[in-house]
């Protein structure tokens, strides 16, 4: 490259502008990309309760559908709603995989299986880029949890990383997604930012993909290492390694100009690829019958003892926990959406749905949320509930500026990356002093007695009650992720007297130092809880033919840079469920978690559905589902245990040197239980439904158009009244001349799935499979590619991992022919 100033154009597209867009370079025709976060909706730049979204499912709810038309639809409206909002990159899927149940950010995942995860993954993507909007597939790879992410080193076994936790990236490149992003931690001791092997040998290479590598967000380390390895993109701006830097090092010899041209080249493909993207009109009612839809075809029926539901036309029923009116519809990342006011809870759908027959609602428990809602508020000084938010500068003397800006804010989240309002750049603060910020408000309480305040955040955080201190917290030392920092912050409680009727004026107030390059305030506050809320719950059980107990976790319990430490429902609530149990053996029990979470009280509940995060049409799509409207169309993406050391992996945390060892190999998930022969409480693939549907006769034959796949599939019927849904299942079982698994490998894995809608009556419905002989195949560490694995396998078709309805032999060759008939 002979031509400095082209050199400095090229490389200035190398890295972001700012937080969420790159640079423009019109003598290349590439235009400034703006990137946004996904994958539950499009986020906005404000991270809070102003940034108002659709709501989708969560990955894992998406997963639990098994069907690619659903996924598929919901990501046409996410991409609809990206386009219209000038949106050319939203970030997602993440293609990552639940390995331990204890994953932080497990409800973004498509569940366990490598399989399911890409197939379903790649149908999101195919939506979205429907509409001219590029898909960026994260995080890659083995960012599978969350404790220490930044730093820990995976080690793992070629076999491991490609059978099992590349096979999802492979899926999107193949379904030709626009944009991938490199994960935090090191894979065999390479940041992946930095891992030729993964960025240039695997994603170019292996796979021909083309698209835009870039780096998550501060996630660079490096410029040499980073372009030489294949990075295109650094993200966020202004640039740090890349950009300027990128062109240095090609002056200075340590990178070929070649790089920098190609990624700005794959940066041009990007801008060209999205340039077209479209936003047609859509009706409110479409947009929320989509997510509707979505939302009850992934609830899951775990088991309905006596056909409990759907519930009967005269059941008068009794509507119990604190998720039913506090539910949790996403979890607590900065993807996190803001919802609209017209979204309804589960207890106001009910409530429209059966009227009268809804005979009491008690909570039963306290919530969960690690910093509660600040409820009731009062009037800020301009005369309306919330927050008023000034910002000051503190001199060296302590003295505080007058403000400097003042906003207004309908809820205690406050993030800000770069600068604050009036002050400015956090890492320009005038030598010598700090800034602050002040929430207030106004608090009439409603009863006399104990209110406990909770508050977190980036500095020093002090709440005063009418102007006297009464508590402190906060941490000034901000971790080197500063973004899992923001969110999981230690948080401090202060219990304050107060009495009925009698208004206070509420500070929260957080100093801080500049250099930084991003700051947060969480606070919030609830009355005393009483004593007897189990008591009434229990009570309004016997009182009703149905009672309906609605458990969860909070959003909080779902979050970046941080793993959950057990898997059980919050104690409160597990009581609360067995003594309803107790008193009413018509309880169902409405599970709202996004992960494998406990359930020891399964066998005393007559029927448990678990809903996950569903996004923002809950309420509406549960009352349907819970009255027959619609069905729950969901099947388990993941494994629920009997105990949590069932699990493969339970442990997240890395070791004292930064290790985290992939141990277990390819037996992840269901794949370790059958190697264990382990009975799981509920097993992946388990769903039921509300139709009759009877699997009439299996098949199995080579497709005529080509040797190396064959379809596999059933016949159905519906004798029930209704139209019902069916997950056919096929599971690859390789055999050993002992019929059983080769050690260390899976006893069998998931090969394909269809899901269908059977209509009521005796016509039947013939469902047909195709099998891919790529899926029979195995990584060749020697040769550095897929083998078929030569040798008989059995075909399963199952309802679930462990329902098996028929099994088919057949035989593969060397060459990767498939062969069917009666081989021994």
Not at 257 to 262: D, Q
Not at 434 to 447: F, I, K, M, Q
């Amino acid at each position: 490259m002979n031509d400095p100033d082209n050199l400095d154009l090229l490389a200035r597209l190398t890295a972001g502008a700012d937080m969420h867009t790159t640079h423009r370079n019109p003598e290349h025709h590439v235009r400034a990309l703006r990137l946004v976060d996904g994958p539950m909706g499009v986020t906005g730049g404000l991270l809070d309760e102003r940034d108002i979204s659709l709501l989708a499912p969560c990955g894992t709810a998406l997963a639990a559908t098994f069907n690619r038309t659903t996924v598929e639809a919901v990501g046409e409206l996410l991409g609809e709603q990206a386009a219209a909002r000038d949106v050319d990159v939203l970030l997602g899927p993440n293609l990552n995989l639940s390995r331990s149940p204890a994953g932080g950010r497990n409800f973004e995942h498509f569940g366990e299986d490598p399989y399911l995860a890409g197939v379903l993954g790649a149908a999101w993507i195919t939506g979205v880029q429907s509409k001219g909007v590029a898909a960026c597939a994260k995080h890659l790879v083995c960012n599978d949890t969350e404790t220490g992410r930044h730093g820990y080193d995976v080690q793992i076994d070629e076999q491991t990383l490609h059978e099992v936790y590349l096979a999802p990236f492979a899926a999107a490149a193949r379904a030709g997604v626009w944009a991938m992003m490199a994960a935090y931690n090191k894979v065999n001791g390479q940041h992946c930012a930095e891992h030729p092997e993964l960025l240039t040998r695997v994603l170019r290479e292996q796979w021909n993909w083309d698209g835009v590598v870039m780096s998550d967000w501060f996630g660079t380390h490096s410029t040499t290492a980073s372009l030489t390895a294949g990075l295109d993109l650094e993200m966020p701006g202004p640039a740090r390694h890349l950009g300027p830097a990128a062109a240095g090092a090609v002056r200075a010899g340590d990178v070929a100009a070649s790089t920098v041209e190609r990624a700005a080249e794959r940066l041009a493909l990007l801008s060209r690829r999205t340039a077209g993207r479209t936003a047609p009109t859509r009706p409110a009612a479409e947009t929320r019958r989509v997510l509707h839809e979505a939302a009850a075809d992934s609830f899951v029926l775990l088991k309905n003892d006596r056909t409990l539901l759907p519930l009967a036309a005269d059941t008068t029923v009794a509507v119990l926990g604190p998720h039913a009116d506090q539910p949790a519809y996403q979890g607590g990342t900065f993807a996190r959406i803001a919802l609209g006011p017209e979204v309804r809870t589960p207890l106001a759908a009910l409530r429209q749905a059966l009227g009268p027959r809804v005979t009491a609602h008690e909570p039963g428990a306290p919530s969960e949320s690690r910093v509660p809602s600040l409820l009731p508020l009062g009037p800020r000084a301009t005369g309306s509930p919330g927050f008023t938010v000034t910002y000051h500068h503190v001199n060296t003397d302590g003295a505080v500026s007058e403000p400097l800006a003042t906003d207004t804010r309908a809820t205690g989240i406050l993030v800000w990356f770069t600068e604050l309002p009036g002050i400015g750049a956090l890492a320009d603060l005038p030598p010598g002093s700090n800034g602050l910020v002040r929430a207030s408000c106004l608090l009439t309480p409603e009863t006399d007695g104990t209110y406990d305040f909770h508050f977190a955040g980036t500095g020093d955080v002090r709440l005063l009650i009418d102007g006297r201190e009464t508590g402190r917290g906060g941490s000034r030392a901000l971790a080197a992720d500063v973004m899992g920092a923001l969110l999981h912050g230690d948080v401090t409680r202060a219990p304050v007297e107060l009495t009925a009727g009698r208004q206070v004026r509420i500070d929260f107030e957080m100093s801080f130092t500049g250099g930084g390059r991003a700051q947060g305030m969480q606070f919030g506050g609830h009355a005393a809880v009483p004593t007897d809320l189990a008591e009434r719950a229990v009570h309004a059980a016997r009182e009703a033919d149905t009672a309906i107990v609605f458990a969860g976790v909070s959003q909080d319990s779902s979050l970046e840079s941080q793993d959950r430490d057990s898997l059980a429902l919050p104690a409160a609530q597990t009581k609360l469920i067995e003594q309803v149990c107790a008193a009413n053996p018509r309880t169902v029990v409405v599970v709202n978690a996004p992960f494998a979470a406990d359930m020891p009280w399964a066998d005393r509940a007559a029927a448990v559905l678990l809903t996950w995060f569903p996004g923002q049409e809950y309420g509406p799509a549960l009352a349907d589902v819970l009255t027959g409207a619609l069905v729950p169309g969901g099947r388990l993406p993941v494994t629920l245990a009997r105990a949590d050391t069932d699990h493969a992996v339970t442990a997240t945390a890395p070791s004292d040197d930064g290790r985290l060892t992939y141990t277990e190999g390819v037996l992840t998930g269901y794949r370790h239980f059958d190697a264990l022969h382990t009975t799981p409480r509920f097993c992946f693939g388990h769903g039921l439904g509300y139709g009759d549907i009877r699997w009439r006769a299996a098949h199995l034959h080579t497709d005529p158009t080509s040797r190396h796949l064959a379809l596999a599939g059933v016949t159905l019927n519906n004798a029930a009244g209704r139209v019902g849904k069916e997950v056919i299942q096929v599971y690859a079982a390789p055999l050993t001349d002992t019929n059983t698994a080769e050690p260390g490998r899976p006893e069998q894995h998931l090969v394909g799935f269809a899901a269908v809608h059977v209509p009521p009556g005796p016509a039947e419905l013939r469902v047909d499979i195709p099998l891919n002989v790529q899926d029979f195949s195995m990584w060749d560490t020697r040769a550095g590619s897929w083998q078929p694995r030569a040798g008989r396998w059995e075909i399963r078709l199952a309802r679930s991992s462990r329902d098996i309805f028929q099994r088919f032999r057949v035989y593969i060759d060397r060459d990767g022919n498939l062969l069917t008939g009666p081989i021994g």
